[in-house]
C-alpha cells in the first residue's frame, strides 16, 4: 500500500511553532530570573557567628573536637560507630606470582567484609553512656601535622591536587601550593534566585541567569578536617596487633594458607568532624587511615605455591554519628491574621520510651493563644508573641520557639508612579502602596541607586540632583516587596 506524503508545509509550519515556544520558555523563563532578582522578595542576608570561632589553628581545631566531645558526654546523644575497611586492588604486589595477584584480587572483598565483621558496631540510645571506643581520647596539638593543598589565586577554588588551570574561573594559571593545619569550611555562595551553591563567589549565576553575585553564607556547620602524624595512632587510637589481626583472619585463612609473618606501616590519620556552630553539638566524627600490609604466607599442601609474600595498601575508616536530643518546629516565623486560627508542626529527636509530653506555651495571651497540639488562635488586635514548645528529658529541658506575628500581611507593593521625568531642582513625592488595604504593617523603606542623579528621603520625596537617569524604590517592611521608578533629570 503507497503511503501518503505528509504535507511539507504543514511539518515546518508546526517546526516553527515549537521553536517558537521554545524560545518563548527560555526567554520567560531567563526574564523572571531577572525580575527576581531586582523585584522578589529578598530577606536580609543573615550570617552569625557561631558560639565557637571557627577554629584557624591546630591547637583550635584539637580543643574544639574535646570541647564537643565533652559536651556529648555530659549530654548523651545517641551514638553510632560503624567501621569499613576498603583494599587498594591496584596496590595489590605479589612479588611475580601472577596467579596468586589475581586470586587475592578476587578475594579482596570478603577479606574487606571479615575484618568488618571483626570491628563490632557500636550503638547507644539517648542517654546512655559512651561505652569505651566509641570516640578516640583526648589529642594534643603537637601530633598534628600541616596538610599541602592548592588552590587558584584569582578566585580562590581549591584543591588537593596540583591544577594547571582553573576550571572555576578559567585562570590559564597553576594553583599556588599552600599549606594548613586545619581546615575549617562553613562558608559558601549561593545564588539569590535559585539557591545555587558554590563553594567560590561567583560574579552571575550560569544557572538561571541571575546577573548579581552570589551571597556569601554560613552553613550550619563547622566541617573540620586535621591531619595527625602515623606516630599518633599507636598512641591515641590503639589499632589491633599482630596476634588480634592473626586471630580474626585465621579462621578464613586457615583452609589456604598459614600466616606466617605479617606487618602494618601506618599512614597519616584524617580526622574529619562537624559540629553545629550554634549549639557546639557534634554531629559527625570520622577518622580513616591508611595502612601497607605485608604479609608472608605459607599455602597448604594443595596449591603447590609454598611461600609467597603479599603487600597491599588498606584504608580504614571509622564513622561515628551522634542524634542529639531535641524539638524542632516547622517554622520560626508565621503570620496569622487576626481571629483566625494556625498550627505548628513539632518533631521530637529522642527515643524515649517514656514518650515525653511537648508543652506548648504563648509569651502573651493576649495576643495569641495556643492549645496543647499546637494550634494557635490570634487575638483581635494586631502583635507579636512567641509559641514555645518544650520537654524534658534526661533532667534536661529542651525548646524551640517561633515568633508569631498577628497581623494581615502585605501580598505585594505598588508605587503611584514607574517613571518620572524631572529638572534639576524638582521635586516629586512618590507613594507605595502595600496590598492588601488592610495590611497592618504599610510602612516601607526608601532607596535610590544613585543619590546623585536623585535623592529621596524617607517620605518618598525625590529630589532631582543632576542630570542623568537613576532608580528610586520603595521596600516593604514586612516582607520587604520591591517597587521600582524610573526617574530621568534632563
Ligand atoms: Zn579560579
Ligand atoms: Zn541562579
Redesign the pocket.
Known sequence: MEKKKPDRNMLIYRGVIVILIVIFIALFVYGL?KVLAMEGTLPPINNEEGLTPAPVSASQGIDFLNTAYKKATELRPKVTREDTFSVDEDSIDTFGNDRLKSTLAFVSGSFEEVLEDSFEDIETDFGQEFPAGVMAPAIDGSAVIPHKYYACEKCGKTSDEAQETCEECGAETPYAEKTQDVRCKYIYYS??????RSDVQRPE??????IYPYNEKYADEYEVTLWLDASAVQNYFSPPGKEQIKEILAPETENWFDIKDYTVEYGDVHIYYKVRRMTDEITYLEYYRDMTVTADLLFNEQYETGDAKVKFNLTEKNKHSFTWPGIELNKHEMSVEPGATDNLLATLTCTDPTKPVVTWTSSDENVLTVDEEGYIKGGKEAGTATVTASFEFDGKEYSDSCTVNIRYSVESMKLNKRKANLKTGDTLTLTAKPSPSKASVKTVTWHTDNPEIASVDANGTVMAVSKGKTVVYALSDDGYYKSSCEVNVN
Do not use: D, F, H, Y
Open positions: 530570573n545564588c539569590r534566585s535559585c539557591g545555587e549565576c550560569e544557572v538561571c541567569g541571575c
